[in-house]
């Protein structure tokens, strides 16, 4: 190993199905290795992974959870003595805020997933926060705010995430900047739009009260041309989900993939993607879409969606459930029209794996720079 190499750990909770897994194993892959030596470290088990690893060296942790990881990602410190420990999900960016006070010469990264404020509104809303459920619930404050205190910089995924953290008291004099999701550079712009003889549309996310499926299925329950939508993704709202989806008589016409390994290819066979969610932090699966050449359909909210859709170009962003029925129609319409190639352009020239990989290395040598 070059000594003149940055050695950075990335850390992640799992390789699971999982949009900030995919992103960071994205990562890992493809910053330069003559200039980077990189570790992936996951916390937990080798037997959950679902994406391949080929092309990084990956050290699982074997661990149910962050907590009980503290002393192997103390060990990994000692043993590699990082310039930059980078991590993703906020219980994963706190204990490794925590063991960092031990390597003051490591610069200590963070990216958050979600626009916290509205999260946290969300919750409260939705009765959803119960008591000792918290991220730190095994901390107490003082011992969370330290580990807080501790990292360097803060990665947020888009503009809104940005506006936010700024806002909270929490985050004042923290170095936050913005670097979007990447398109990832396995997608392939589709030639033409599927030729199916009815409607397929398709959403991509966990069965969560926060991905808003009700407000689509309530929108889907007016159309009146034929349709297929598949969802792929599983969650803890599954039965409610599907059982709003009956009360409105429209299940037989959803199909439901829990997971997949063909995700790419169901996007690619679907004329029109659908968002219903309340906040997001950038969505993967929205850009990953648009960038196969499907077009979407999209509710507003926090998390970047207006710098994804560009109205009339790649679909729509709606205001309520009958803008969303308006411009779903409109959008039908407009299908013979709007060729792979122009729904694809925007997120392939503004969130490119190239562009996006280059953001992340010119950032690790800046820091690094500062530091010295």
């Given at each position: 190993m070059?000594?003149?190499?940055?050695?950075?750990?990335?850390?992640i909770?799992?390789?699971?199905?999982?949009?900030a897994?995919?992103?960071?194993?994205f990562?890992?892959?493809?910053?330069?290795?003559k200039?980077?030596?990189?570790?992936?470290?996951?916390?937990?088990?080798?037997?959950d992974?679902?994406?391949?690893?080929?092309g990084?060296?990956?050290?699982y942790?074997?661990h149910?959870?962050?907590?009980?990881a503290?002393?192997?990602?103390?060990?990994?410190?000692?043993?590699?003595?990082p310039?930059?420990?980078?991590?993703?999900?906020t219980?994963?960016?706190?204990?490794?805020?925590?063991?960092?006070?031990?390597?003051?010469r490591?610069?200590?990264?963070a990216?958050?997933?979600?626009?916290?404020?509205?999260?946290?509104?969300?919750?409260?809303?939705n009765?959803?926060n119960?008591?000792?459920?918290?991220?730190?619930?095994?901390?107490?404050?003082?011992?969370?705010?330290?580990?807080?205190?501790?990292?360097?910089?803060?990665?947020?995924?888009?503009?809104?995430?940005?506006k936010?953290?700024?806002?909270?008291?929490?985050?004042?004099?923290k170095?936050?900047?913005?670097?979007?999701?990447?398109v990832?550079?396995?997608?392939?712009?589709?030639?033409s739009?599927?030729d199916?003889?009815s409607?397929?549309?398709?959403?991509?996310?966990?069965?969560?009260?926060?991905?808003g499926?009700?407000?689509i299925?309530?929108?889907?329950?007016?159309?009146?041309?034929?349709?297929?939508?598949?969802i792929i993704?599983?969650?803890?709202?599954?039965?409610?989900i599907?059982?709003?989806a009956?009360s409105?008589?429209?299940?037989?016409?959803?199909?439901?993939?829990?997971?997949?390994?063909e995700?790419?290819?169901?996007?690619?066979n679907s004329?029109?993607y659908?968002?219903g969610?309340?906040?997001?932090?950038f969505?993967n699966?929205?850009?990953e879409s648009l960038?196969?050449?499907?077009?979407?359909?999209v509710?507003?909210?926090?998390?970047?969606?207006?710098?994804?859709?560009i109205?009339?170009?790649?679909?729509?962003?709606?205001k309520?459930?009958?803008d969303?029925?308006?411009?779903?129609?409109l959008?039908?319409?407009?299908?013979?029209?709007?060729?792979?190639?122009q729904?694809?352009?925007?997120v392939?020239?503004?969130?490119g794996?190239?562009?996006?990989?280059?953001?992340?290395?010119?950032?690790?040598?800046?820091?690094?720079?500062?530091?010295?």
């Amino acid at each position: 190993m070059s000594s003149k190499k940055l050695k950075i750990l990335i850390f992640i909770p799992s390789l699971i199905a999982g949009g900030a897994e995919r992103v960071m194993l994205f990562i890992a892959k493809n910053l330069n290795q003559k200039k980077f030596d990189v570790k992936l470290v996951v916390i937990g088990f080798k037997e959950d992974t679902i994406y391949p690893t080929e092309g990084v060296e990956v050290v699982y942790l074997n661990h149910p959870n962050a907590k009980n990881a503290f002393f192997d990602i103390l060990k990994l410190f000692f043993k590699h003595k990082p310039h930059i420990a980078f991590s993703s999900l906020t219980h994963v960016n706190y204990i490794v805020g925590l063991v960092a006070y031990f390597y003051p010469r490591t610069i200590c990264v963070a990216r958050e997933t979600i626009v916290l404020s509205v999260r946290d509104s969300f919750k409260k809303r939705n009765k959803s926060n119960t008591k000792n459920k918290g991220v730190f619930s095994f901390l107490d404050s003082k011992i969370s705010d330290l580990a807080h205190n501790r990292i360097n910089y803060f990665i947020c995924q888009s503009e809104d995430m940005k506006k936010d953290m700024i806002q909270m008291e929490k985050y004042a004099n923290k170095n936050i900047i913005t670097i979007n999701n990447p398109v990832s550079e396995e997608i392939k712009t589709k030639e033409s739009n599927p030729d199916n003889t009815s409607l397929q549309l398709i959403t991509v996310g966990r069965l969560s009260k926060q991905k808003g499926y009700e407000r689509i299925i309530k929108g889907l329950s007016k159309l009146k041309v034929p349709f297929t939508y598949t969802i792929i993704g599983d969650g803890a709202e599954k039965e409610r989900i599907f059982k709003v989806a009956n009360s409105y008589n429209i299940m037989d016409k959803i199909k439901h993939i829990p997971i997949s390994k063909e995700v790419y290819q169901h996007m690619a066979n679907s004329h029109i993607y659908l968002q219903g969610s309340f906040f997001e932090g950038f969505p993967n699966a929205l850009i990953e879409s648009l960038g196969i050449g499907t077009p979407a359909i999209v509710y507003e909210a926090p998390g970047g969606m207006n710098e994804i859709i560009i109205n009339g170009e790649n679909g729509y962003l709606v205001k309520n459930d009958t803008d969303f029925v308006e411009k779903l129609n409109l959008l039908i319409k407009q299908l013979e029209n709007s060729p792979p190639s122009q729904v694809s352009s925007h997120v392939v020239k503004k969130f490119g794996s190239q562009k996006i990989i280059s953001d992340y290395e010119n950032f690790f040598k800046s820091i690094t720079s500062k530091k010295k």
